[in-house]
């Protein structure tokens, strides 16, 4: 459901960055083999960090969470370092003692992520509220988000943020351009309209001419997207098929379920999605694409559709132990967070312990506590239950009766008194 990392790929965004032009969604993340820097005590993984630092370090982190894993103090140290002053996060900082300047590749997606993984950590409110201060800061005049600040919004990238201002506690509606557009606005004219060929699924961009050409990925990420949804979601029980109502696509809900209408079908077959084809290559044999049908099981799951996801996470057991092994921690945390929103096993995932092969590839964790498979902790949060907190993590619940103990006591002893006043 996000952008991918793949080492080709990657160093083409470089020279595309360099255009000011954004990035193509790809398949999987797979930096290269050897890094080129020196590799930081606190990262996950042991490949090349340039490109996904940052973002296979929080993906892991949501992933740990959602299992009752504790990341080691190191590791989330080194997240929060990465930070730049101004709250926006690179994809991969090698020193830090260097401050963020003009030529840093401030990126959105690394950005939200952090912010997402380090809201479910805990206990660091104000370097979440600056990731989200500076997300806010360069939302673009159609209501949306780009790769890099300024760069013209994608579906991915656009969702992904949605999903860190929901986490962190912001009223999506209330967060709107001069003109008066939300977030929602751009992921809306994206959407591909029912009735026609890939009727349901979402463009990543249009292209030159303003078509809109049907993207899985971006699909998975917009549906979670206009559902005002993080990327850690919980387990929900399954509902009605999804429907794709033909017509112009206009609310976010409507959007929602046609694109979980056409990932439905899109995983009907082979109970898998293919990676695209690369510019100029030769191979016509269609590819699996393991990350992309892990988000879609995720988007199909968190939109009430988890029976249409069964066929994609019993293809996903039998077939990405591999994929998992050779990608790293960005690969089996994308696993678990399929495995959870469809109530499976991350422990037994086709005979395969997910969890400890993700902590295996960072520093020891500080605990870890197996969650009681019938307690729900994904987080569920949509635009009904969301608090409007400004910058700040409101603390749920519990705020709200400690303000109400305050108030109680204050006219307790306020009435005390008064009685004191009023004896003979």
């Not at 439905?264 to 030769?282: D, E, F, K, R």
């Amino acid at each position: 459901m996000t952008v991918r990392r793949s080492a080709a790929t990657l160093a083409a965004t470089a020279a595309v960055l360099c255009a000011a032009v954004a990035p193509v969604a790809v398949a999987a993340p797979s930096p290269s083999p050897s890094p080129s820097v020196a590799l930081p005590a606190g990262l996950y993984g042991t490949k090349d960090p340039t490109y996904d630092g940052v973002w296979r370090q929080s993906l892991a982190f949501l992933a740990q969470r959602l299992e009752g894993v504790t990341p080691a103090a190191k590791s989330v140290d080194w997240l929060i370092s990465q930070q730049c002053a101004d709250g926006s996060y690179a994809a991969f900082r090698p020193d830090v003692s260097k401050p963020c300047d003009a030529k840093t590749v401030r990126d959105t997606n690394a950005t939200a992520a952090a912010a997402q993984a380090l809201v479910e950590v805990g206990g660091h409110r104000e370097t979440v509220n600056n990731s989200v201060r500076w997300l806010k800061s360069v939302q673009n005049e159609d209501g949306g988000w780009g790769y890099t600040a300024g760069a013209p919004s994608d579906a991915n990238s656009t969702s992904l943020v949605i999903g860190a201002l929901a986490r962190q506690g912001q009223r999506l509606t209330d967060i709107t351009t001069p003109g008066g557009r939300t977030p929602y606005d751009p992921l809306l004219a994206l959407a591909i309209p029912c009735g026609g060929e890939d009727g349901g699924a979402f463009a990543y961009q249009p292209d030159k001419k303003g078509k809109l050409a049907a993207n899985a990925d971006a699909t998975a990420a917009a549906v979670l997207g206009t559902m005002g949804k993080a990327m850690a979601v919980g387990n929900n029980a399954a509902g009605k098929a999804p429907v794709c109502r033909s017509g112009a696509v206009r609310t976010p809900e409507q959007a929602a379920q046609n694109g979980a209408h056409y990932l439905a079908g899109a995983l009907a077959g082979s109970g898998h999605l293919n990676q695209p084809p690369m510019p100029g290559a030769t191979e016509t044999t269609p590819q699996p694409d393991f990350g992309n049908t892990a988000d879609a099981v995720v988007a199909l799951s968190a939109a009430g559709h988890q029976d249409k996801a069964a066929k994609a996470i019993g293809w996903l057991k039998k077939h990405s132990a591999d994929w998992a092994g050779q990608n790293g921690p960005a690969a089996y945390a994308q696993l678990i967070l399929a495995a959870h929103a469809t109530g499976d096993n991350a422990r037994d995932f086709g005979g395969v312990d997910l969890v400890a092969r993700l902590n295996a590839a960072g520093p020891e964790p500080a605990a870890v506590v197996t969650p009681d498979p019938s307690a729900d902790t994904g987080y569920e949060a949509t635009e009904k239950d969301q608090v409007h907190s400004g910058d700040d993590v409101i603390g749920g619940v519990w705020w709200y009766i400690g303000i109400a103990l305050v108030v109680a006591a204050g006219a307790f002893f306020l009435i005390s008194g008064r009685r004191k006043n009023q004896q003979p």
